[in-house]
Nanobody
Framework: QLQLVESGGGLVRPGGSLRLSCAASGFPLEDYFIGWFRQAPGEEREGVSC????????NYADSVKGRFTISRDNAKNTVYLQMDVLKPEDTAVYYCAAVEADSPLISRVSALNDYVYDYWGQGTQVTVSS
């Protein structure tokens, strides 16, 4: 079974940067469409970004567009989320998730919805505070 492990979270000041990693094991990551989600205390889980299996197609939530960049290195079985110009409202637990690349649930409209994804990591905390 595919397993996902996030890392790279931490405490950063507003305006700072972090790079999250999502490392996969069990199956080749190149067979999977990957999403990043986040959940703040008392809030619903929110889709942040997603990337196709080849890396050729990406999508971002409006709240992070222009500040976050998703990428993947299939040779390293890892997906990244570069987060720049961080704001206090970016504070949340960040999760990566995966679904098989040929899933009929994937579309430009649905790809930032959590119901599309079958595999989830345990999350990494990101705190943006001065």
């Amino acid at each position: 079974q595919l397993q996902l492990v996030e890392s790279g979270g931490g405490l950063v000041r507003p305006g700072g940067s972090l790079r999250l990693s999502c490392a996969a094991s069990g199956f080749p990551l190149e067979d999977y469409f990957i999403g990043w989600f986040r959940q703040a205390p008392g809030e619903e889980r929110e889709g942040v970004s997603c990337i196709s299996s080849s890396g050729g197609v990406t999508n971002y939530a409006d709240s992070v567009k222009g500040r976050f960049t998703i990428s993947r290195d299939n040779a390293k079985n890892t997906v990244y989320l570069q987060m720049d110009v961080l704001k206090p409202e970016d504070t949340a637990v960040y999760y990566c998730a995966a679904v098989e690349a040929d899933s009929p649930l994937i579309s430009r409209v649905s790809a930032l919805n959590d119901y599309v994804y079958d595999y989830w990591g345990q999350g990494t905390q990101v705190t943006v505070s001065s």
